[in-house]
């Protein structure tokens, strides 16, 4: 088939395919020889179209687009010009250049084992030196000592809800056989009968772990003997406050806002001196230092749980007062002193923070003080050691960012 030029990728193929392997046919239809005189005289001096062209099943790379002046050319060295042409666009068999350098193989990296067993002095030395911190202050040290004391006592109840069905099951066992023996017999127990190995060991370990929380918590009740000396202070601070109000150094005394919040801290105030005055005395006789009747001990501990419960409950009315009374200020009054928004922003935060952080704590200790108000039991130990956990790691957290060097 005679064509005088190029009208499609076919005739494109078709042309390669006789000039460089010889073949007659593609796909069915007769391919023009390198003797048909249109062969040199229609190929193009130009480049091709840009399409991809399939050879031998090997993508043919793209030809550079020649110049005018290459198309200028005499006529006698066009042949080989052409011939050029198509055997630099035709693939070879050498591996393309990239024109992105090679990137080079990441080094192999240490295991992460390795690293940490390197760290671990320094991490242990920085982490005691971040404790010692915490324990260089009273309130740190009964910080620490009441997530101790509260994160045992979860454990130990955990431990102990975990195996009360295995000690159901030896006692439902043990009950069963009994009832199918006859009066005179006797029962010879083994281990096969008795609670597992394991089952021993977790409630041993219960035991441990309880004994730690009620070690702890006597503790932190020794380091309170002398609370009556902070609530000294914190009088003497509200009686001052209420004089300068009274001479006219700050707020007016006169609102009913102000006449508020001065009877809740009042209040407050009562509720822990109690608190503080009964458990000192209720402390000390347990001990053998005072003569207190053991009838009259039990109730000195369900009047001192309800003042604590009176101070939680006040605190929660002072929080809700604050938020609502916080929500209410006026934009001059949150730009007073000419504070920028981002430090408006910033304090907002925090006081949102703390807020919400007090909040949860009362929110936990409140059923805690109602369990201990009361005779009877509201709250199952699991609860107890749960709600007790949640204020103490509130405060640890808070300890430990307080003390980041």
Request: charged content about 20%.
């Amino acid at each position: 088939m005679h064509i005088g030029k190029f009208r499609s990728l076919d005739e494109v193929i078709s042309t390669i395919l006789v000039k460089f392997t010889g073949a007659s046919e593609f796909n069915g239809v007769h391919l023009m020889s390198e003797s048909d005189s249109a062969w040199t005289k229609t190929l193009p001096p130009t480049r091709p179209s840009r399409v991809p062209i399939i050879v031998a099943g090997v993508p043919r790379r793209r030809a550079k687009e020649k110049t005018k002046g290459e198309a200028n050319e005499s006529t006698a060295a066009h042949h080989d010009v052409d011939r050029n042409y198509l055997d630099d666009g035709l693939p070879t068999g050498d591996p393309v250049p990239s024109s992105i350098p090679p990137v080079p193989a990441p080094k192999p990296k240490p295991l992460p084992l390795r690293e940490l067993l390197a760290a671990t002095p320094s991490n242990i030395d920085a982490f005691l030196a971040h404790l010692q911190r915490c324990l260089s202050t009273p309130t740190g040290i009964d910080t620490v000592l009441q997530i101790v004391c509260y994160s045992s006592r979860l454990a130990a109840a955990i431990l102990s809800t975990l195996v009360q069905p295995a000690l159901q099951r030896s006692a439902s066992r043990l009950i069963a056989l009994a009832s199918a023996l006859p009066p005179s017999a006797t029962l010879i127990f083994d281990a096969k009968t008795l609670p597992s190995s394991s089952a021993a060991l977790a409630l041993s370990l219960a035991r441990r772990l309880k004994a730690l929380s009620v070690l702890t918590s006597e503790a932190r009740t020794i380091m309170r003997l002398w609370g009556l000396l902070s609530m000294y202070f914190w009088a003497r601070s509200l009686v001052l406050s209420l004089r300068r109000k009274k001479q006219g150094e700050g707020e007016k005394s006169g609102t009913t806002e102000s006449k508020f919040e001065t009877s809740l801290a009042w209040s407050q105030l009562i509720a822990c001196i109690g608190y503080q005055s009964i458990e000192n005395v209720l402390f000390l006789s347990t001990k053998g230092v005072l003569d207190v009747a053991p009838k009259t001990q039990g109730k000195l501990g369900l009047w001192c749980a309800r003042c604590w419960g009176s101070f939680v409950g006040l605190e929660l009315m002072r929080l809700f007062h604050e938020s609502s009374k916080r929500a209410r200020r006026t934009r001059a009054e949150k730009f007073a002193g000419g504070k920028t928004v981002a430090l408006v922003e910033q304090e907002e935060r925090e006081w949102s923070s703390n807020w919400r952080k007090t909040l949860a704590r009362n929110l936990a200790w409140a059923p805690l003080t109602v369990h201990l108000s009361i005779e009877r039991d509201v709250v199952s130990e699991l609860g107890f050691g749960a709600l007790g956990f949640i204020p103490s790691v509130i405060q640890m957290y808070d300890l430990w960012r307080s003390t980041t060097e």
